[in-house]
C-alpha cells in the first residue's frame, strides 16, 4: 500500500515538472485545505493562505524541476512544511504577534530549500522589475522571441521591420538594455 | 562592427545552448570558446541569464496556472475557498464599461448641472432663512414619529417585562455577537420574543436578513441565523469561548449597540450569582442600557465569559449575564437532537481567543466586526 503511494507521487511530481496541468491540480486538490488551515488559524485570511500555498507550489515545483529531488517524506509534508516556514516569514514581516502557534502538521527541515528559492524568488522580482521598466517595443519584443519562441521572421513581420536582420539588431540592443536594467541592481545585492 | 559581431555571437551562444547547432558547428563553436577566453566568459554570463530569464518565464506560466486551477476548484466545491468570481466578473463589467460609463456620466453631470442653472434662474429668489424653518419643521416631525415609536415600543417592553419579575427591565431589540463565521450569532431570547422578521446590522451599517434557527427561554439565549446571500463568511473569530467561572473583581468590558452605534463599556464581576440567586448568570457593575442585551462579555484575554442579558431597575449599574457555560450546553442538546439544523450541529465554539496579549483598544477594534445589532419587527 505504501509503494503504491510513494509512486502515485512521483508520477504526481514528474507531471508537475512539466507543468502539466491535471497533476498540479490533484496536488493542489489534495493539499490545499490544510494550508489554508495553517495560515487562517495563525492570524491570516484565505487570500493569504492563497498566496502561500501557491508561493509553496513553487518551491515544489523548482524542486521537481531541479531533476535531483528525491522524494524522502511526502508531498503534504514537504507542503506543509514550507507553507509554514513562508507564512512565519510573512508574519514576521508584518509585525504581527505570533506567540500562540497553532499547528497539527508533521515537518521536515527545509532549511537549505528556503535559502535557494529565496534567492531565486528575489531574482524573479528582479526579472519582473527589469522586464516592466524596460518599456515597448522591447518588452514585446523579447517576450514574443525568449518566451514565446515566435522564429525572427514573425517578428519583423508582426512588429513591422523591414526584414529579420534588423529585428535581430533590435532585439540584440533589447537584450542589452535588459542585461543592464538587471545587473544594475542584481550586483547591489 | 564590433556590435554586428556581439549580435552573431550571441545568436551563436542561444543556438548553442537550445542545442540547435550541427554536430560540427558545435565542434567548432568549443573550439572557439576554449581559445578565446572573452568568448568563454560570454557563453558563461548569457547562458546564465537565459536561464533566469527561462525560469522567470516558467514561474509566470506557473503562476497562470495555478490561478487557473485555485479558481476551478474553488467554483467546483473541491476546495474550501470563498470563490472570486463576483468579484472577479465585477472587475471585467468595470473594464468593460468604463467607458461607456464615463461618457454616460458626464453627459449626465452636465444636463443635471444645465437643468439646476435653468431652475435657479427661474425661481424667484426666497430667502433662505425660510429654507431652514421648513427644515426644521422637517426635523420636528420625524422627532414626534420617532417618539411616538419610542412611546409604543416602551408600551409594549412594559407589557412584556411585566410577566417577568417586576424589578429587572429587559431591554428588547439589542446585540448579538458572531459564534460562527458563517453566520450564526447568539443573542437573549427576550430580545427576539414576538419577532416576525429579523435584521442584523453590523458596526459599518450594513444589514443583512436573518432568522432564529433556536430560542430558549428559560435559560434566555437564542440563536440567530444570517440568511442573507451578500452576507461573506468572516475571517475566524478572534475571540474564545470559555466555561471557567470569573473570578470576584475579575475585569470584564463589553461591546453592544444601546444606540445606532457600537458602543464599549467596562465593569467588573461583582457577584458570582445572578438575580436573586440564580446560578445560571453571574451580576457585573457597569453601564448597561436598553439595546445592550445580548452583547458579548470579555474579560481581560478576549474570552467570552457570558452574555448580557439584563439589569436591576432599582440599583444603578447592576447588570447580569449568563454564563458561556450554558451556551455550551445548548449546542451540545442540539447536537444530540437529530432533526436540528446542520449549520447548527456542526458549529463548534473558538476555545482559544486570539487578543491574549493586546491593549484594549485593539481587542476593542478586532472584536467589533463581530458584534451586530439585533432589529426585530
Known amino acids: 500500500m505504501k509503494e503504491t503511494i510513494l509512486e502515485q507521487e512521483i508520477l504526481l511530481l514528474k507531471g508537475l515538472a512539466r507543468n502539466d496541468k491535471k497533476s498540479t491540480e490533484e496536488i493542489y486538490k489534495q493539499n490545499y485545505n490544510l494550508i489554508q488551515a495553517l495560515v487562517v488559524n495563525n492570524n491570516g485570511t484565505a487570500d493569504d493562505a492563497r498566496d502561500i500555498f501557491q508561493e509553496s507550489m513553487v518551491v515544489l515545483f523548482e524542486k521537481a524541476r531541479s531533476g535531483t529531488f528525491e522524494l524522502n517524506c511526502q508531498i503534504r509534508t514537504y507542503l506543509y512544511s514550507v507553507a509554514r516556514r513562508l507564512w512565519l516569514k510573512r508574519l514576521h514581516q508584518q509585525n504581527r504577534f505570533t506567540e500562540e502557534w497553532n499547528d497539527a502538521g508533521n515537518m521536515i527541515r527545509v532549511d537549505d530549500d528556503m535559502d535557494t528559492h529565496e534567492q531565486k524568488d528575489q531574482e524573479y522580482d528582479l526579472m519582473h522589475h527589469s522586464i516592466q521598466h524596460l518599456g515597448e517595443p522591447c518588452k514585446s519584443l523579447l517576450e514574443a522571441f525568449y518566451f514565446q519562441k515566435k522564429s525572427m521572421q514573425d517578428i519583423a513581420d508582426a512588429f513591422g521591420y523591414t526584414n529579420s536582420e534588423n529585428a535581430k539588431t533590435q532585439k540584440y540592443k533589447c537584450l542589452m538594455r535588459l542585461k543592464k536594467l538587471f545587473f544594475s541592481r542584481y550586483n547591489k545585492k | ?377
Open chain 2, 1 to 377: 562592427m564590433n556590435e554586428q559581431e556581439n549580435i552573431l555571437l550571441t545568436e551563436a551562444i542561444e543556438r548553442y545552448i537550445s542545442g540547435e547547432m550541427s554536430p560540427d558547428e558545435r565542434l567548432h563553436f568549443e573550439n572557439l570558446r576554449k581559445e578565446n577566453s572573452e568568448v568563454d566568459q560570454m557563453v558563461v554570463a548569457h547562458t546564465l541569464f537565459m536561464q533566469k530569464m527561462n525560469r522567470y518565464n516558467e514561474w509566470q506560466k506557473f503562476h497562470v496556472s495555478l490561478n487557473e486551477i485555485h479558481d476551478n476548484l474553488a467554483t467546483q466545491g473541491k476546495i474550501d475557498s470563498p470563490s472570486l468570481k463576483g468579484k472577479a466578473k465585477l472587475v471585467y463589467l468595470f473594464n468593460k464599461y468604463k467607458r461607456v460609463g464615463s461618457i454616460a456620466a458626464s453627459i449626465a453631470g452636465l444636463t443635471a448641472l444645465l437643468t439646476s442653472a435653468i431652475l435657479w434662474s427661474v425661481t424667484p429668489k426666497t430667502p433662505t432663512a425660510q429654507w431652514q424653518d421648513l427644515n426644521r419643521s422637517i426635523n420636528t416631525l420625524t422627532n414626534k414619529t420617532r417618539q411616538q415609536a419610542e412611546e409604543i415600543n416602551n408600551l409594549k417592553n412594559n407589557h412584556s417585562s411585566s410577566m417577568r419579575p417586576p424589578e429587572i427591565t429587559y431591554s428588547s431589540g439589542g446585540t448579538g455577537f458572531i459564534i460562527d463565521n458563517k453566520g450564526l450569532l447568539v443573542t437573549n431570547a427576550h430580545v427576539i420574543q414576538n419577532a416576525r422578521s429579523i435584521a442584523v446590522a453590523n458596526a459599518a451599517g450594513v444589514e443583512y436578513f436573518a432568522e432564529v434557527v433556536y430560542t430558549d427561554p428559560v435559560r434566555d439565549i437564542a440563536l440567530v441565523k444570517i440568511t442573507d446571500k451578500d452576507f461573506k463568511t468572516l475571517p475566524p473569530i478572534p475571540y474564545g469561548f470559555t466555561r471557567k467561572m470569573a473570578d470576584l473583581a475579575e475585569p470584564v468590558f463589553t461591546l453592544g449597540y444601546p444606540r445606532e452605534d457600537i458602543v464599549y463599556n467596562q465593569g467588573y464581576l461583582s457577584s458570582k450569582t445572578g438575580y436573586n440567586g440564580d446560578t445560571l448568570s453571574c451580576q457585573i457593575e457597569i453601564a448597561a442600557n436598553r439595546g445592550n442585551s445580548g452583547s458579548p462579555i470579555l474579560d481581560n484575554n478576549g474570552d467570552v465569559i457570558g452574555i448580557l442579558n439584563g439589569r436591576q431597575k432599582d440599583q444603578e449599574g447592576v447588570a447580569f449575564f449568563i454564563r458561556s457555560r450554558n451556551l455550551y450546553n445548548i449546542l451540545s442538546e442540539i447536537k444530540d437532537k437529530e432533526k436540528a439544523d446542520t449549520s447548527i450541529q456542526n458549529v463548534r465554539l473558538n476555545t482559544r481567543s486570539t487578543l491574549t496579549n493586546l491593549s484594549r483598544q485593539q481587542q476593542a477594534k478586532k472584536i467589533q466586526d463581530y458584534v451586530f445589532m439585533v432589529k426585530v419587527s
